[in-house]
Each structure stands twice: as structure tokens, then as C-alpha cells.
């Protein structure tokens, strides 16, 4: 699969707020985030000094109060306290003497939250933000190159295709499973979405694909030809829009918009090196999104 790999993107991973601390946003600042979040898809600060309950309580400021519902877990003794707090996952190899990786399954292409049950009220474009804030950087990826995250720029992956594909998948939803699942079954949630979405700030139309799990409607049947179709159209996706390659510094927080991009983590030796990352999530509640 031919790909073409960037580190400087005309869209994705603007870097924003320089030298401020996102403990002490003013009002117009978080105006300033949440705007450039919309128009970016991505977006960095850099040179953060966050603890877990930091993290949390600017997601909420911004964002508002999560709806989503956590089971109280005790501290993990293992891990310092001030990376832990309910609500903020904890990636990568945090404990000591552990090379066992939290999250290595997003090591494929997709977009976040397709296991949980479709947010009420929504649609695709449920304004699903993510926050992910380097703690510890490896020093490379398997490839010996600088720690990364990738993303795809979903809009422009749309603007991409031939005026007849695009037509064609504007006809189309999906069903949406989580990217471990490879069957449908009755416990796994089954969201559908149109594979063409207009954005519910910027109104505009991208590409939402889940990940290589998703089922055409009407191919709920025929799964290895809803894969084809998938990995077809993806491979098509791949040929024609470069990847933006965040290079990962320590105390970096990005932030991205669930339903302008996927992304994909690059794996890393744990045997070797240590990764941290807090991640915490939230759906828009402010209703002022800009
Ligand atoms: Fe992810």
C-alpha cells in the first residue's frame, strides 16, 4: 500500500498557545482552542506539566462535564499517583519492570469511541474529542524513526476521490464495531453511520469509516466482502492523502477532532522503552462550540 508520510501538514497538528500553561486559560484562550480545534482537526500544545486531575478538569472546562459513565477503580500502587485520576487512561508501558502495552491495538487505523453505544442525539459527527498528553516519549518507533502518532486528514480524503466515487459513497452507511471485533454478536454494539458526514460546526463533508471492522449496510451477510470493501476503499484513501506524523516531544498535549480524522499509534519496543500517555475523551456539551 503506497503511502506518503508528512511531519508538516497546511492542516493538521497547528501548534497553538505557545508558552501558555493550560492550567490558567483565560476565557478568550479556550475560545481560541476549542476554534482551532474545529478549523484544524488537529492541534498541539507543547511544554505541558499536567498531573491526571489537571488533564481532566481542563477536558471538563472546555468541553464541558462527561455523560459518560466510568466504574470507580482503586489507584494502581504500581503507577504515581499523580497519573492516575477516574476518567483519564493511562497508555503505553507505565509500571516498572512491565513490558505489557496499553492500547497497542490502536496501532491500526480508526476512528475513536466506536464501542460504545452511539451517543443519543447525535450523529456521526458527535464532536468526540480526544486529548492525548505525552508523559514519557520513547526515544523511537520499531522503525528506529522518532516516536509518532499518524493521522488522515478525513476531509481532504473526501475531497480526494473522483466525483463519481464520492456520489457513490454518499448513497452509503456502515455499521461501526470496535476494532477488536471481527464478528458481529448480540453484545457488541452496532452503530450506523453515513460514510459521508458533514461536520456539525464547520459543515464540512468528510469521509467516517470506523475502522477495518466496519460493515456496509446490506453486506451484514458477506463480512469478507465488507472487508474487501473497506480495505479497497482505505488503500484508495492511503494513495491519494498524505499521513501527518505528529513527532511526539515530552509535556505535548494533542487534541483532535474524532470526526475530521483517523489515526493510527506506530508501535515502539517496550523492552527497550518506556511510554506514557494520559488520554482523555469528551463529547461537546457546551453547545458554544466556537
Ligand atoms: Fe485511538
Redesign the pocket.
Known amino acids: 500500500m503506497q503511502q506518503q508520510t508528512v511531519q508538516q501538514h497546511p492542516r493538521l497538528g497547528k501548534e497553538i498557545l505557545q508558552g501558555c500553561n493550560l492550567t490558567q486559560l483565560t476565557t478568550p484562550q479556550i475560545q481560541e482552542f476549542k476554534q482551532s480545534l474545529w478549523e484544524h482537526g488537529v492541534i498541539v500544545v507543547r511544554n505541558q506539566h499536567l498531573t491526571a486531575s489537571q488533564l481532566k478538569e481542563f477536558n471538563n472546562q472546555t468541553f464541558g462535564e462527561s455523560n459518560f459513565k466510568y466504574q470507580p477503580k482503586p489507584l494502581d500502587p504500581g503507577i504515581d499517583p499523580d497519573l492516575q485520576s477516574l476518567g483519564v487512561a493511562i497508555l503505553g508501558n507505565p509500571k516498572e519492570n512491565t513490558q505489557e502495552i496499553v492500547?497497542q491495538f490502536?496501532w491500526q487505523w480508526?476512528?475513536?469511541k466506536d464501542f460504545l453505544p452511539r451517543t443519543e442525539g447525535l450523529d456521526m459527527n458527535s464532536l468526540y474529542v480526544?486529548m492525548l498528553y505525552g508523559v514519557e516519549i520513547p526515544a523511537e518507533g520499531v522503525d528506529g524513526q522518532p516516536h509518532t502518532t499518524e493521522f488522515l486528514d478525513m476531509v481532504e480524503a473526501y475531497n480526494n476521490l473522483d466525483p463519481e466515487h464520492r456520489r457513490q459513497l454518499e448513497q452509503m452507511s456502515m455499521y461501526h464495531l470496535p476494532p477488536r471485533t471481527y464478528q458481529p454478536a448480540p453484545d457488541v454494539p452496532m452503530k450506523k453511520h453515513p460514510i459521508v458526514s458533514t461536520h456539525k460546526v464547520t459543515g464540512q463533508r468528510g469521509l467516517y469509516l470506523g475502522s477495518d471492522t466496519s460493515i456496509p449496510v446490506g453486506m451484514e451477510d458477506e463480512l469478507n466482502l465488507a472487508k474487501q470493501f473497506w480495505q479497497k476503499l482505505f488503500q484508495t484513501v492511503l494513495e491519494r492523502t498524505p499521513v501527518y506524523a505528529h513527532v511526539w516531544q515530552k509535556g505535548d498535549l494533542v487534541v483532535w477532532d474524532n470526526s475530521q480524522v483517523m489515526?493510527?499509534?506506530i508501535p515502539y519496543d517496550a523492552n527497550k522503552y518506556k511510554r506514557i500517555a494520559l488520554?482523555v475523551a469528551a463529547v461537546d456539551n457546551t453547545q458554544t462550540f466556537i
Do not use: E, L, M, P
Open positions: 492500547g490502536a480508526h476512528h475513536d480526544v489515526h493510527a499509534g488520554r
